[in-house]
């Protein structure tokens, strides 16, 4: 599929995508007790870090932007929080908690950096 929309090209939106695919597989681990908790919230933080990509850069100004690149990276620490939790409750394994949370690090200072490249 050809990218029609600006944000499609941007590396942190599909960085950002494959990370929320990525949670959403791994809350699917997560105890049945869990799936309208903290399954559910990590899901929806993580889903939240594209979606408020995208949303900024659509005929949005610049501040504008800025802002929901603020959003979305509220939205990431809300997941590496929900994986704190996990780990805590024992859902995953430390090499899990781990790999997750250097994604987001990494991930985390790519949202930063363009942040601070937006006028």
Known sequence: MD?????EDLRIWQQAMTFGEEITELAFSFPK???YNLSSQIRRAADSIA???SEG??????????KFMGYAIRSLAE?????HKA??????????VNRFYDD?????????????KIN
């Open 3 to 7: 990218s029609k929309f600006k944000f």
């Open 87 to 96: 780990k805590r409750r024992k859902y995953l394994t430390e090499n899990e």
């Open 57 to 66: 850069s659509i005929g949005q100004t610049n501040p504008e932007f800025k």
């Open 51 to 53: 979606l408020n990509i």
């Open 104 to 116: 987001a690090y990494k991930l985390m200072n790519m949202m930063n950096a363009f942040r601070n």
């Open 33 to 35: 007790n869990e799936t």
């Open 79 to 83: 997941v590496v929080t929900c994986l």
